[in-house]
C-alpha cells in the first residue's frame, strides 16, 4: 500500500481507512496560510517541510459559524461536531488511495464542498472518500475560503491586486486542482485523467472553474449535483454579484466595522471579522441586492468569473469537459408569485407574452401547487441542465447526463428528497447517517455510486456494477429522446419523456 508518499513539499505518510486496502491521507497543505498580510490575496505556494509530515487527520476547518449547535435539518444530518476545529489556516486537503505504488495512473476525482459559499468543509462525514477509492479512483477533497475570508471586495484590493481583487475560495479551488495535476500521480493517480465535481455551491463551483479559461488542461469531466441554479420565470441565477456591487458591499462592510484602510481590516482577529460580518448580512438570505448590506459570494471579476456560469455554458462558453448534472425531486421548487389566479395569469402573460396559451396548456389544469403554495411549480435545477444539454447537442459539444434523485428518505421529520440529501449515497456512506436507511437504501447508494465512478473513470456512467451486473442503460439527454436517469428507492429506472411543463420551458 502507498502509505509514505513524496509531494512536490516533502514526504507525507498517510493512515489506513477502515479498510486497509485504502490509505488516506488528511490534512497536505497545498497553499501557505491565508493569514496576516496573506488574508484576501490568491493563495499563495505552501512552504517546504523536512522529514515525514503525519497526515492522519483532518486539517481545521474553514472559519465560519460554528458547526453542530443549530437545530436545522443540516446539522442533524451531519453538521453534528460543534467542538470540530476552525481556522483561517485552512487550504488543506485530503487524498483517498487504494493504489499500491506510484504507476497505477488511476482515474482522480477533485470534490468541493457545498454550504452557500458561507459554510461547509471536507471533513464532513458524508465526504468519506474510502467507498469511492474501493471502486480504484483517486479522491481528493479541498478546504477553501468562505464568505468574508473567502469572497470580499473592495476597491482597495481591486486597485492594490487588480489580477486577483476577489473570488479568493475560487484560487483556492483552483490551487488544490493545480496541486493535483503536479502531485497526484505520485499516489497512483492520473493526471490526465481528473474529473472536478461538488454538489450545490461546490456545483456552482465546478460550474466556475469550467468557465474560467485559464484552467485548460487541468480536467475533462465536471459532475455538477444541484448546482446549475436557475429561476426559468425570471432567468435569475446564483451567486453572479458584479464587481461594482461587490465592492461597494465591501466598502459598507468596512464602514460598519469602523475601518478604513485593508492594513487595518486584515488585524482584525477572526472571530471578531467573522462577528462583524454576521451582525452585518441580513440573517440566512442567500440572494444579492445591490444596494444593501448582502452576503459575500463569488463576483463577476473578469479576472476569474465571467459571468453567471450557466448563462456562459448556455452560449458555450465553457471548457471542452464532459458533464454529469441532475438534482434531487423536492429542491428548489420555483414559481410565478401571485395572489391569486387573475394575478397569476397576469404575470404569465408578462413573462411568456405571445406564449402564454402554450404555457398555460402545459401547465394543466391545476395552477397552483398546494404542496408548495407556487403557481406554476418547477424544479428550476432539472429545467436549466436540460436546456443546457440541448444547447450542447445543438452546437455538437460532449453529452449530457442528466439525473433526479427521488427515493424515500426515511425519518420522523418526513424531509423529501431534500437539498444534500443525495450526498450519503453518491459517496456510499449512509452507515454513519442517523437515519434508519435500509436494504434498498443501500443497494441504490452502490448503484449511483457506480455511475458516478464510471463517469469519472472514462465519462460516460454505464458499465458494469460492483455486483458484476450491467447497470440500466443511461443515455445522454438529447432534444429527440430527452433520456435521463431517475434514482428511485426500487432501484435506477432510465426515463426518456418530459412532463409537458418541463419541456415547454427547456424549448422556450
Known amino acids: ?158 486597485k492594490e491586486q487588480p489580477d486577483a481583487p476577489t473570488n479568493f475560495g475560487l484560487l483556492d479551488q483552483q490551487a488544490g486542482v493545480k496541486w493535483v495535476k503536479r502531485n497526484i500521480a505520485a499516489f497512483g493517480g492520473d493526471p490526465d485523467n481528473i474529473t472536478i465535481a461538488g454538489q450545490s455551491a461546490g456545483g456552482g463551483s465546478v460550474m466556475a472553474q469550467v468557465t474560467n479559461p485559464a484552467n485548460k488542461g487541468l480536467f475533462s469531466k465536471a459532475i455538477v449535483q444541484s448546482g446549475i441554479i436557475n429561476n ?88 471542452p469537459v464532459k458533464l454529469l448534472a441532475g438534482n434531487t425531486a423536492d429542491e428548489f421548487p420555483w414559481g410565478l408569485p401571485a395572489k391569486d389566479e387573475a394575478d397569476f395569469i397576469q404575470k404569465a402573460t408578462e413573462r411568456f407574452g405571445t406564449k402564454t396559451s402554450d404555457f398555460l396548456y402545459a401547465l394543466g389544469d391545476t395552477h397552483k401547487n398546494e404542496q408548495t403554495g407556487m403557481f406554476g411549480s418547477v424544479n428550476g435545477i432539472e429545467v436549466a441542465v436540460k436546456k443546457i444539454a440541448i444547447a450542447e447537442e445543438k452546437r455538437g459539444g460532449d453529452p449530457v447526463y442528466y439525473y433526479r434523485f427521488e427515493p424515500d428518505i426515511p425519518g420522523d421529520d418526513n424531509p423529501g428528497t431534500f437539498h444534500s440529501c443525495e450526498l450519503w449515497f453518491f459517496f456510499e456512506t449512509l452507515a454513519k447517517c442517523s437515519r434508519p436507511y435500509v436494504g434498498r437504501h443501500y443497494d441504490l447508494a452502490r448503484k449511483m455510486c457506480d455511475y458516478w465512478c464510471n463517469f469519472i473513470k472514462t465519462g460516460d456512467p454505464n458499465g458494469i456494477g460492483t455486483d458484476g451486473e450491467k447497470l440500466p442503460e443511461w443515455k445522454p439527454y438529447t432534444e429527440e429522446g430527452r433520456d435521463g436517469m431517475s434514482f428511485r428507492s426500487e432501484g435506477p429506472v432510465a426515463e426518456n419523456k418530459d412532463p409537458d411543463l418541463i419541456r415547454f420551458l427547456v424549448e422556450e
Not at 248 to 272: C, D, Y
Request: charged share 25%.
Open 1 to 158: 500500500m502507498l502509505r509514505e508518499v513524496r509531494t512536490e513539499n516533502g514526504l507525507v505518510r498517510g493512515i489506513e481507512a477502515a479498510d486497509p486496502r485504502i490509505t488516506a491521507f488528511k490534512g497536505i497543505p497545498f497553499a501557505a496560510p491565508p493569514i496576516g498580510d496573506n488574508r484576501w490575496r490568491a493563495p499563495q505556494p505552501a512552504a517546504n517541510w523536512d522529514g515525514v509530515k503525519e497526515c492522519y487527520r483532518f486539517a481545521p476547518i474553514p472559519f465560519q459559524n460554528q458547526p453542530g449547535v443549530g437545530t436545522d435539518i443540516y446539522c442533524r444530518e451531519w453538521h453534528v461536531d460543534p467542538d470540530i476545529a476552525m481556522s483561517e489556516d485552512c487550504l488543506y486537503l485530503n487524498v483517498w488511495t487504494g493504489a499500491k505504488s506510484a504507476d497505477e495512473k488511476r482515474p482522480v476525482v477533485v470534490w468541493f464542498f457545498g454550504g452557500g459559499f458561507q459554510w461547509g468543509y471536507p471533513a464532513e462525514m458524508e465526504f468519506d472518500g474510502e467507498r469511492v477509492a474501493r471502486r480504484n479512483v483517486v479522491v481528493v477533497t479541498v478546504g477553501y475560503r468562505l464568505n468574508v475570508f473567502g469572497f470580499l471586495a473592495h476597491p482597495q484590493l481591486t
Open 232 to 319: 426559468p420565470y425570471n432567468n435569475e441565477g446564483f451567486c453572479s454579484d458584479p464587481l461594482d456591487s461587490a465592492e461597494a458591499n465591501g466598502k459598507r462592510f468596512f464602514e460598519s466595522m469602523g475601518v478604513s484602510t485593508l492594513e487595518e481590516a486584515r488585524k482584525i482577529p477572526t472571530k471578531e471579522l467573522l462577528d462583524k460580518y454576521d451582525a452585518y448580512v441580513p440573517g440566512m438570505m442567500m440572494f444579492t441586492d445591490a444596494d444593501k448590506p448582502h452576503r459575500m459570494f463569488p463576483v463577476i471579476d473578469n479576472k476569474f468569473v465571467y459571468g453567471n456560469a450557466y448563462d456562459l455554458y448556455l452560449e458555450g462558453k465553457h471548457l
